[in-house]
């Protein structure tokens, strides 16, 4: 039922984008099951406009007092968190790369797009945060909008 609602998403977009060129498409990534499918209708659209997706998380080490080795070594296993979870947008032919970007997520995935020339930014209706948000989209959705 799923993969048949994420096929009329796409349908939906592609109809909705006929003809405007599409290269670039941000995903935001935490691990949750919303950005899961976040990135698996990033990469189905994706393959249809021939784009490449750009999978990011934000990383905000949360002790200002950690040495900077620290630092270092979790930025790393934040790396290795981020393959883990960009492994639903691996599908087929499109090109996926992952950026960690040190910031706050909300302001590092606009960071992400405006440095990547992003054509589209997709987030999860919800992630790891607590609720849906005001708006019943998500957090991260709803400060996006």
Known sequence: M???RSARQ??????HLKGKPMKRIVVGADGSPGSANAMRWAAHLAALRDAALVV??????TDSE?????????LEERRQQLESWSEPAR???????????????????????????????????IGRSAGP??????SMAEWLA
Do not use: C, Y
């Open 66 to 74: 950690l040495p900077p080795h620290r630092v270092e070594q979790l």
């Open 91 to 125: 599908l087929g032919n499109v090109e996926v790369r992952t950026v960690v970007e040190r910031d706050d997520p909300r302001t590092g995935i606009l960071r992400v797009a405006e440095r990547e020339q992003a054509d589209l930014i997709v987030v999860g209706r």
């Open 133 to 138: 948000g005001l708006l019943q989209i998500g």
């Open 56 to 61: 990011m998380t934000g990383f905000m080490p």
């Open 10 to 15: 796409v349908a939906h977009a592609k109809m």
């Open 2 to 4: 799923a993969s048949d």
